[in-house]
Nanobody, 115 residues
Framework: QVQLVESGGGLVQAGGSLRLSCVAS????????MGWFRQVPDKQRELVATISKGGITNYADSVKGRFTISRDNAKNTMYLQMNSLKPEDGAVYYC?????????WGKGTLVTVSS
């Protein structure tokens, strides 16, 4: 069992930056791939970025070159640095960890980008 807690969301103007954090606890030694997803009302949750335990990253095309995912395994923490934010980046951002074939989710943190 893994627990995930996100923080760092908030209101920012278009063009601004935010850094999201996700702290993992529980059976953290079992975590391999982690990532960030986002969701807006009435739409499916979509992948933003993932990172493997070894640091291999993957990004959605819509955020490439603007967002950077990273993780500090010693601190059991994953980050999402979001730069050049656009209004369409506004969403609830969820931390995700894939453990023993199961998806684990945080409760989400809200990001609002004003134009």
């Amino acid at each position: 069992q893994v627990q995930l807690v996100e923080s760092g969301g908030g209101l920012v103007q278009a063009g601004g930056s935010l850094r999201l954090s996700c702290v993992a606890s529980g059976s953290i030694f079992m975590i391999n791939t982690m990532g960030w997803f986002r969701q807006v009302p009435d739409k499916q949750r979509e992948l933003v970025a993932t990172i493997s335990k070894g640091g291999i990253t993957n990004y959605a095309d819509s955020v490439k070159g603007r967002f950077t995912i990273s993780r500090d395994n010693a601190k059991n923490t994953m980050y999402l640095q979001m730069n050049s934010l656009k209004p369409e980046d506004g969403a609830v951002y969820y931390c995700w960890a894939f453990v023993n074939g199961m998806n684990n989710w945080g409760k989400g943190t809200l990001v609002t980008v004003s134009s």
